[in-house]
């Protein structure tokens, strides 16, 4: 439980990788936003879009390295990554139907910024209107 206690679930370093990249690309964001369900990671609200930066171990990225099983007590761990991956795809569906767009982006993909791409790509549509003002 000490090695859990450890684990951070805000501020984690691929988090700041990504934070540091769109700050350096002249995104301005919002972090961690409570009135929003899930509390995503970053929040680009001129773009009407959320991102998380996820672990590749504890949401299970398919195919990648780190998206390992523990060896002991694994009926335990399968449970849990389970709930995870249930958790997640229900708090993207909620947000979809609040009209915002959501990128998922991945602990091995921060390595050599492999995401900058698909950031542009999801970003380079014009900013959506926020329903709260008109023009």
Request: proline share 4%; with cysteine; hydrophobic share 40%.
């Amino acid at each position: 439980s000490k090695l859990m206690a450890c684990i951070k679930s805000k501020d984690t370093k691929p988090e700041i990788v990504v934070r540091k990249w769109l700050h350096s690309q002249g995104f301005r964001f919002r972090l961690h936003r409570k009135d929003l369900p899930g509390h995503p990671d970053i929040v680009l609200p001129k773009y009407r879009t959320v991102i998380f930066v996820h672990g590749c171990f504890w949401h299970r990225h398919e195919g990648c390295k780190k998206a390992t099983i523990p060896a002991t007590r694994v009926e335990l761990w399968e449970q849990k990554f389970r709930g995870n991956i249930r958790q997640d795809s229900i708090v993207q569906e909620k947000l979809k139907i609040l009209g915002w767009n959501v990128l998922v982006i991945w602990e091995c993909e921060t390595k050599k910024l492999a995401f900058a791409g698909r950031v542009l790509e999801a970003l380079k549509e014009k900013p959506a209107v926020s329903r709260y003002f008109r023009i």
